[in-house]
């Protein structure tokens, strides 16, 4: 039997256009989607949009868009466009304003509210005007709103409140009976020492607002837009349920890691096998900001670099996990050094090599090597690897071994063996590297691995199950293409 997988990104809000921190928590969704599929499992891939926020309604009167859903109707395509310009292969796309999501978040509601977890109380906050939003002092800078730089007033409002503090101590108990429930090792971490601080009950609604999904039980109100936001992941394709990998941002951590686990335990959801957090990239530096204008855009990126090259940098500059740093001149340098010098010219070199002693025939397999035992582990080390996550560590054991061809090349001189049958196995020891490679690579790189598949004349089928040494059929011919990658002056 096939083993589900299924994989989220956060749903983005819809109030802006896809920036390169977006897509880069897509593109590792996308990643353990592709990986997971060469495994042969049944893999359901969910993203989409978080519309229900007031800042949907400021961003339409900005534009001066009165019709709401006109709005996001338009916004959804630009997403839509912009994921498959970068070939992200989700199966599915939820939006908040749909009726599906709609009747989840009610039935939702109605197992919480019967299991006696909401009441009615008042809600004391600092609520800034400009922003219409409510923050604590924490989140204000010198007491000041971050954006509009004006003190909050101070709110006092009736609203419906979940029993967060309820589910304290079965959170902790949860968190540390799984240890594979939130990634990595420290957010687990962190996330246990604030459930154990204390835990405030949570606003789940607000009153008067004119955009968001009406509360059931009282008229005047609307849902709190992150407690209807959280229910996507059900609402999708509730028969999916639970997830198996939750990916978010730093950013979002107590969101997914505490209210949400709290909000299914209430409801008598299971809870995803894993919530996955990653770091955040600053740009050159500089922390990516609207006001900056320094929020790179990843489909201008992807045409100037290629789309390989840059979801190949994402992921190997920075550990998946951490923080890491983008720049447009670390991009050049990872493309120029590890996929135009490395990958792209042994590609290059060996096909060559076939082509002229060969004539463009796959050689004979004859004898395993010192350099082909090597080989034959990596889909193993790339397995386990993937498994935990270690994105960066799993492409640089990939990239040893295309260093590893290089210098196999470089020692065993093939250009002056005069031993058809020596000099044969190992273009054919070569080859096979080159196979295994594309498939491997695929997840993270599919365009360059569908060249080379092309390229060594085989079917463009990526399955981790192919990875048994001797694939390569003898006198089946190659097709040499064009080389992959042009190296860019910086
Ligand atoms: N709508 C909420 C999520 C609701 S999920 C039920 C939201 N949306 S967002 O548009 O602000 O997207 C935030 C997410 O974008 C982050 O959690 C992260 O995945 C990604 N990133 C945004 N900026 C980023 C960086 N600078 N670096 C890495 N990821 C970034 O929050």
Not at 359 to 388: H, Q, T, W, Y
Request: with cysteine.
């Amino acid at each position: 039997m096939k083993l589900k997988f299924f994989v989220t990104t956060p749903i983005y809000y819809v109030n802006d256009v896809p920036h390169i921190g977006n897509a880069y928590t897509t593109i590792a969704a996308d990643i353990l989607a592709m990986w997971n599929r060469i495994l042969g499992n049944e893999v359901f891939f969910l993203t989409g949009l978080d519309e229900n926020s007031i800042k949907t309604v400021k961003a339409a009167k900005e534009k001066g868009i009165t019709n709401l859903h006109e709005y996001t109707d338009s916004m959804a395509k630009t997403w839509k466009d912009a994921w498959s310009s970068l070939k992200i292969s989700n199966n599915d796309f939820i939006r908040t304003t749909e009726d599906r999501h709609k009747k989840t978040v009610l039935s939702f509601f109605k197992k919480i509210f019967d299991n006696d977890d909401i009441y009615k109380g008042t809600y004391e906050g600092l609520y800034c005007e400009g922003c219409e939003q409510f923050y604590t002092e924490k989140d204000l800078e010198n007491g000041l709103c971050p954006f509009h730089k004006k003190t909050p007033k101070k709110i006092t409002e009736k609203n419906y409140f979940f029993k967060l503090s309820k589910y304290q101590k079965p959170l902790i108990e949860y968190i540390e009976n799984n240890p594979n429930f939130i990634k990595p090792e420290s957010r687990r971490n962190e996330v246990i020492s604030f459930i154990k601080e204390d835990l405030h009950d949570v606003s789940i609604s607000r009153p008067h607002l004119e955009w968001g999904i009406d509360l059931p039980i009282d008229s005047n109100h609307k849902f709190w837009v992150w407690f209807d936001a959280l229910i996507n992941y059900i609402s999708a394709n509730p028969s999916q349920w639970p997830a198996t990998v939750q990916i978010v941002g730093k950013d979002i951590l107590r969101f997914h890691c505490v209210i949400w686990p709290a909000m299914l335990m209430s409801a008598g959801y299971q809870l995803p096998e894993t919530i996955f957090v990653h770091g955040f990239f600053t740009i050159d530096g500089q922390k990516i900001s609207k006001s900056l204008g320094n929020a790179v855009d990843p489909i201008e990126l992807s045409k100037k670099h290629g789309l390989d090259a840059v979801r190949y940098f994402l992921f190997r500059e920075i550990p998946f996990g951490s923080d890491g740093d983008f720049s447009d001149e670390a991009v050049v340098q990872r493309k120029n050094s590890d996929l135009a010098d490395n990958l792209g010219n042994l590609v290059n070199r060996v096909l060559v090599l076939v082509e002229r002693y060969f004539d463009s025939s796959i050689p004979k397999f004859v004898a395993k090597d010192n350099f082909v035992k090597k080989v034959s582990g990596l889909p193993e080390r790339v397995e386990n690897l993937m498994e935990n996550f270690q994105f960066h560590n799993a492409l640089s054991e990939i990239w040893q071994t295309i260093a590893e061809a290089n210098k196999y090349i470089n020692e065993t001189k093939p250009w002056k063996i005069k031993n058809k049958e020596k000099l044969g196995n190992i273009l054919y020891n070569l080859m096979e590297t080159l196979r295994y490679v594309a498939i491997l690579i695929y997840p993270f790189m599919p365009e360059t691995a569908e060249k080379i598949m092309k390229q060594l004349g085989l079917e463009l089928r990526f399955s981790f199950k192919d990875l048994t040494w001797g694939g390569l059929r003898e006198g089946k011919k190659i097709r040499r293409g064009n080389i992959l990658f042009t190296k860019l002056q910086n």
